[in-house]
């Protein structure tokens, strides 16, 4: 591992003194890291990871290795222990070896699916984004209880009509929530990242003529504090993750620190498909009806009692794959 460090911060060209400064730790402790004769916490070590593009996965596999043996290489029983400690880790949530061989086929399906799409015709291309941008559009808003059919949503974003029986708040979910993807494509094609100013103004998108006295209203400190903490660990893992799991796992984060007062889980949706879109995937799309909708909420309060997003992250690839097959049918 220290000799990783060492020839990825050369690499870089950096010298242990910038290296220290750039992410505060102690510029001895740099070189003694590189040397092997201190071992980073796992928190230095996801920070020193990030910065010299060192591989997140392999470099925490080494780090936790040596972790392992300093505790028990003197060991007399240390082989056995370890046999034992392997069959309960394959038995537990940890690995999870069912749930990941799952996971890698529907990638693949997925990846497939997706070099059909963009292999689109540019005609076909615009007319079916445009399409799934509206079923997105009435399936998330359905989901949250907008009772607008899919063909009223079409009529009011297409035509611009009125839907007579309907209030004016639906008809304005149905018109923001549209704009806010385009919103998000335009970061998108902007090259703009997810960040707090940029989550604020889909937001204030969101809500716009609804409830414009909270449109523009700040989360409280302990609100903005929990946001800080997501971005950072955004930024130490856009990287690292398969964009998958990142918005899948981005999604249960915002649903968990509930940063406004409503339209929380719109918002969850549209950060997951701006990280998706970003790494050239498709939308993903819930559907509202009642099986679907109480399986996903299923899924979010069991990845929060059960501190595991692998499930959830499944169901969002199934629902990708799904999304797309949608999409080609089209």
Request: glycine share 2%.
């Amino acid at each position: 591992m220290n000799a990783i460090l060492k020839k990825a911060r050369e690499e870089k060209g950096l010298k242990t003194r910038e290296v220290a400064q750039m992410l505060q730790i102690d510029q001895a402790l740099i070189s003694k890291f590189e040397s092997g004769t201190r071992k980073p916490t796992k928190e230095q070590i996801v920070k020193l990871a990030h910065l010299l593009n060192i591989n997140l996965d392999t470099i925490l596999v080494l780090w936790l290795k040596e972790r392992i043996l300093h505790e028990i290489k003197n060991e007399k029983f240390a082989l056995e222990a370890l046999k034992l400690v392997e069959s309960e880790l394959l038995k537990s949530e940890v690995i999870q070896p069912k749930t990941s061989e799952k996971l890698q086929k529907l990638v693949t399906e997925i990846n497939s699916l997706l070099q059909q799409f963009y292999n689109l015709n540019l005609l076909e291309y615009r007319r079916i984004t445009k399409q799934l941008d509206l079923y997105f559009t009435f399936e998330c808003n359905s989901l949250n209880g907008n009772k607008m059919s899919f063909e009223e949503v079409k009529l009011i974003v297409n035509e611009g009509i009125s839907i007579t029986d309907k209030p004016m708040k639906e008809h304005l979910e149905i018109i923001n929530f549209f704009e806010a993807i385009q919103y998000c494509k335009e970061l998108i094609q902007k090259k703009i990242d997810f960040c707090e100013k940029k989550l604020l103004q889909i937001y204030s998108i969101l809500t716009q003529e609804i409830e414009p006295e909270i449109s523009n209203q700040q989360p409280d400190k302990t609100t903005i504090n929990e946001l800080k903490i997501l971005f950072k660990w955004y930024e130490m893992s856009k990287d690292n993750i398969h964009p998958l799991i990142l918005a899948s796992e981005t999604h249960l984060k915002i649903m968990q620190i509930l940063p406004f007062r409503q339209y929380n889980n719109q918002i969850a949706f549209l950060i997951m498909n701006w990280i998706l879109l970003q790494n050239k995937y498709s939308l993903i799309v819930i559907k509202s009806d009642r099986s679907e909708k109480e399986n996903y909420i299923a899924e979010i309060e069991q990845s929060f009692t059960e501190d595991n997003i692998a499930n959830f992250s499944l169901l969002m690839a199934e629902a990708q794959k799904a999304t797309l097959e949608y999409a080609l049918s089209l």
